[in-house]
């Protein structure tokens, strides 16, 4: 293995530690849970990062999910600098918020009016205003491991950099504000029937992740998404899919698609943004014609419907819908890369659980299934570092965390798959 030279990554490092908390301005990115300094970037193309130290790296990351046609895909480019030529931000009107509605809405059949915020945290924020200003009600249900973005009521036995820094509930978050969520175990219909038994009347919504993807990806289990549809439909409580991660990723509906979910709200963020800042939410004209300023549910934004950001997300859901072939394809890469990477660590004698769903994917270092946060967790994280870093000196950019997922993108061909497959070989090797 050729020596990595990373020096101005360091260097940057210690620079931005004495600026910016911890250097970051997103705790995942610190490398917090595997050790060693992060990666400073300087350029990205198709499935491709190419490091200040002018390191190739395969990208597995893909910003956390946006990027599912690879970095600067050249119509999204396109469309951003012809956005920018023009101005960038009115705080009024244009019209590509409605083009990008009118996608958006396409995709998702239950959905009539759609919200345009910043990021998926004032999306899922602002669905839980509307859900407690719609049924006069307080209480909501989230699951255990789920993460819902950064909004205080959401910070409770929350996932991903929560995970990360292993604190799942910050500091900071008022006992009156936390109190009003409730959590269950993910994958557990019985709990969430208890919390309605204890709390009638009282629950305003379940918002949950359909494929949970910040605890690692956990799948939903069989009857789960649909017990829960009627358990909040027999309580009044409205359902609200996260799908900041799976949406227009797991099918062009994304998971509300895939498995069927007749949800209340959906939140959306990531790719709906094609790699700018946007989050969204949207659901049936009677809910969200709750919201300001035709309702009373309050929800604004100076950059909301920001014009560059609306143009990404227009190009980007323009291009998926231009190629036919593009779920099946990472469904198939997908799969390649799960099987392959199962037949690596069985070949270096490293016990994996491999939870995958579509694009989406998560090595776990055990042998017992991953369920909910309590199997996630009993995953061997020095292991997880260890395989890590043995990826990254070989030239891939795995998430840095064990409660993450790899997201494959469309620019992610055959021969990358495999060098994927190659090197995690070589990193499994290096595990025990
Ligand atoms: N799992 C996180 C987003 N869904 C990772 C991104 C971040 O927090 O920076």
Redesign the pocket.
Known sequence: MATVTTDRSVALFERALALIPGGV?????AFGSVGGTPRFIARARGCYLWDVDGNRLIDAVGS??PMILGHAHPVVLEAVSSALASGTSFGAPTELESELAERVLERYPGCQRVRFVNS?TEATMSALRLARGATGRDLTVKFEGN?H??ADALLVAA???ALTTGVPSSDGVPEAVAGTTLVAPYNDLDAVAALFERFPDRIAAVILEPVA??MGVVPPAAGFLEGLRDLTRSHDTLLIADE??TGFRLAPGGAVERYGIDADLVCW??IVGGGLPVGAYGGPAELMDQISPVGRVYQAGTLSGNPLAMAAGVATLGCMADLPDLYCTLERRGAALEAGLLEAARGASVAVTINRVGSMLTVFFTDIPVVDLPSARAADEAAFGRWFHGLLARGVYW?P?P???AFLSYAHEDAEVEVLIETAAAAFCEVT
Do not use: Q, T
């Open positions: 301005n997103s705790p995942v990115r956390w999910g998926g993460y973005g950064h996932g991903s950099g993807g910040n900041v991660m963020g990531k998430p965390s409660f993450e997922a």
